[in-house]
């Protein structure tokens, strides 16, 4: 996160003593990747982040593969998935691999608990909901369309909106998710040309400085399992930090679509960038301006990748058959493209209002078996239907 921040009281300088007015000192605390050579932050907190009352280990939390391998297009329903509980706690998986895992997760229930990704950094896109997120970082109000960056080892806690109904799309990576390359000069600054600037980025403020004593719960994931941790002391306790790490929001509708005279290929949507995944947002735009122009995608085979889209609305220009909520993945080994009469019914329109989220793999994902209970399981013959183009939703 190439940006300097900076929030509360500071020392003048780094690792020297920072006096509490009442006698002692703040409890300097470093949160970085990679160790001492990525991006860091610098906290100073009124008690050591390092009281620790109790530990125990929730629940385990590996992902079961389908156990049918065989290879085909997959459409899962998202709407039919169940509903309720934890934003953290509660995340149905979908999809998933060494380096990136797809969730899903409708809460309703606010969590007393402080929660901490220790091993992966966290992409949340918020489909539906408001509300904000908490952390020693200070405040970060969230709303609907906003990609949240939660990085590894940040602790949080989603305080929703009362009566705001919530729908999360979360990416769990093992790499750090970063702006891409391309888009960034040789200072880190993200270059003219980009789709967004530093300008749409959306960093905590409102430090408050919580001192209270007593049990504090902390769920921390590591090592494929959930664990609690007791603090003794309240975790928000920061009254000051600064550095390049931290909670960081950037919503859908501040991306700047780029279009052409003819069809322009996926990358030109990359919003973000992982190790081993690229994240990209299809936003509304003009569609291509060539009369002959067909705005719908080409037929194509990633030979080394897996594409899924997640539909932020029921409107795509190239598929039939989807509804709010539906992820599709198209795997790598066989090609997909337009569903039937799609490419032709896009020649001449001059625009489109889809939005959807698009994450593509490097290596091939598995199948989650929880999600198998709200999967449409003839999408795959979906491209044969002439009459629908498309498979029809399972009921409920």
């Known amino acids: 996160m190439p940006i300097y921040h900076t929030l509360g009281q500071i020392p003048r300088k780094r690792h020297i003593a920072f006096r509490k007015p009442e006698g002692g000192i703040y409890n300097e605390e470093l949160v970085g990747h990679e160790g001492f050579t990525g991006t860091s932050s610098l906290l100073y907190h009124v008690h050591p982040p390092t009281m620790v009352k109790s530990v125990r280990r929730l629940k385990e939390t590996c992902y079961e593969p389908d156990p049918d391998k065989t290879l085909k297009h997959r459409h899962f329903l998202t709407a039919r998935a169940s509903k309720g509980g934890s934003a953290t706690l509660d995340r149905i998986p979908i999809l998933f691999n060494a380096d990136i895992a797809m969730l899903y997760v409708e809460p309703t229930k606010q969590d007393e608990h402080y929660y901490r990704n220790a091993q992966a950094d966290e992409l949340v896109y918020v489909s539906k909901g408001k509300g904000v997120l908490e952390s020693p970082y200070g405040d970060l109000p969230y709303g609907e369309g906003d990609y949240l960056i939660i990085h590894r080892g940040i602790l949080h806690r989603f305080r929703m909106a009362t009566g705001v109904e919530h729908k999360l799309l979360v990416m769990e990576s093992r790499g750090h998710v970063r702006w891409p390359k391309r888009y960034r000069n040789e200072f880190g600054q993200l270059k003219e040309g980009a789709p967004y600037s530093e300008r749409d980025i959306r960093r905590p403020a409102d430090l408050s400085t919580n001192d209270t004593k007593g049990d504090f719960p902390i769920v921390v994931k590591q090592y494929d399992g959930l664990n609690e941790v007791v603090l003794a002391h309240h975790p928000l306790d920061v009254v000051g930090w600064d550095g390049y790490f931290y909670p960081w929001a950037f919503n859908i509708n501040d991306f700047e679509p780029i279009v052409g005279r003819v069809h322009q290929p996926p990358p030109v949507h990359q ?68 569903h039937p009469g799609r490419a032709e019914a896009s020649i001449g329109a001059k625009a489109t209002n889809e939005l959807a989220v698009m994450m593509d793999s490097f290596r091939p994902l598995r199948v989650a078996k929880p999600a198998i209970d709200f999967e449409d399981p003839k999408y795959h013959r979906s491209w044969i239907d002439s009459e629908s183009g498309g498979s029809t939703p399972p009921t409920s």
């Open 271 to 338: 919003t973000f960038e992982g190790d081993g995944f690229v994240v990209c947002s299809f936003c509304p735009r003009p569609y291509d301006f060539d009369p002959e122009a067909v705005p719908a995608p080409y037929n194509h085979s990633n030979v080394d990748s897996d594409e899924v889209l997640y539909y932020a609305s029921s409107e795509f220009m190239s598929r039939k058959g989807i509804e709010f909520g539906s992820i599709t993945h198209h795997p790598d080994g066989i090609p997909h493209g337009p």
